[in-house]
Nanobody, 112 residues
Framework: VQLVESGGGLVQPGGSLRLSCVAS????????MNWYRQAPGKGLEWVSR????????TYSDSVKGRFTISRDNYLNALYLQMNNLKPEDTAVYYC??????RGQGTQVTVSS
């Protein structure tokens, strides 16, 4: 399993970012996929989940209404559109097949 995230960066409060993740080494189209995040000094937090065909999505209360998860099974890609970002969204974001199968992460920093 290989998962490679990209798209993180520094953004001002209220701004937007789109994270991407490219998967390989397993039949991506058959698996539910997740985004997790880990803020400085805190534990791993689940953010969002998407069903294998992309029709079912769920979100944590902390991001609901601001973040949108999506996927492209032809490109083996997972996305997270993040809008109206807040300083408390600052974290390393991970694309994950499971809690223990995730990428190296991409840093998102929300600061003025």
């Amino acid at each position: 399993v290989q998962l490679v995230e990209s798209g993180g960066g520094l953004v001002q409060p209220g701004g937007s970012l789109r994270l991407s993740c490219v998967a390989s080494g397993f039949p991506f189209r058959l698996y539910v996929m997740n985004w997790y995040r880990q803020a400085p000094g805190k534990g791993l937090e689940w953010v969002s989940r998407i069903g294998s065909d992309g029709t079912e999505t769920t979100y944590s209360d902390s991001v609901k209404g601001r973040f949108t998860i999506s996927r492209d099974n032809y490109l083996n890609a997972l996305y997270l559109q993040m809008n109206n970002l807040k300083p408390e969204d600052t974290a390393v974001y991970y694309c994950a097949k499971s809690l223990i199968e995730r990428g190296q992460g991409t840093q998102v920093t929300v600061s003025s």
